[in-house]
């Protein structure tokens, strides 16, 4: 049985795991969704097993990395959401909020039904002080997904030579919702 991790009235956010890498290189190696991740496009599905591998090891590590999510009514997977702990984009390590959907899924708000999940799940359950994102700046939907589950934009920073937009989201803040 698979470690589900949080649940909400249509998804299911659950372990990532080795059978998900055909699902994982699908979404991966899409050019639409790499539009704002620097345009690098997964090749292989070997580096899909390859990116479960690391995210399993978070799992291990960190108590935390990128769920799946599957939709309650057909059971697919429709792509990850999830918190991480980030230690290559800024100086000092923190909680990252992400999400990664297939288009077919765009603009059906599971991108913020899982962001909350998420967010809950990290202060409730894992007890953090504080969750982060970032968005690239042109990536106007993450950006309002940000904002809608409550994260505040604190500063622009520039990573891979594009400016992106800082959130944070303490656990006090969040109680208060």
């Known amino acids: 049985m698979l470690d589900i991790i949080a649940e909400t009235k249509r998804l299911i956010l659950r372990e990532i795991v080795s059978s998900d890498a055909e699902d994982l290189f699908k979404l991966d190696s899409d050019g639409l969704v790499n539009t704002y991740l620097g345009n690098k496009p997964v090749q292989s599905i070997q580096r899909s097993r390859d990116i479960i591998d690391y995210i399993r090891k978070q799992y291990h590590d960190n108590g935390v990395g990128r769920l799946a999510v ?17 230690t290559d984009i800024r100086t000092e390590p923190y909680y990252d ?23 809950d799940y990290g202060f409730r359950v894992k007890r953090f002080a504080k969750i982060c994102g970032a968005a690239h700046a042109d990536n106007h939907a993450s950006n309002a997904i940000l904002k809608k589950v409550g994260m505040d934009c604190i500063e622009t920073f520039t990573f891979d030579s594009a400016l992106h937009n800082w959130y944070e989201l303490s656990k006090e803040k969040w109680a208060k919702k």
């Open 70 to 86: 599957i939709e309650k009514e057909t059971g697919q997977f429709i792509g990850w959401s999830g918190l991480k702990l980030e």
């Open 97 to 119: 909020l992400g999400y990664r959907f297939m288009p077919k899924f765009w603009g059906k708000g599971y991108a913020t039904e899982s962001a909350i999940a998420s967010l």
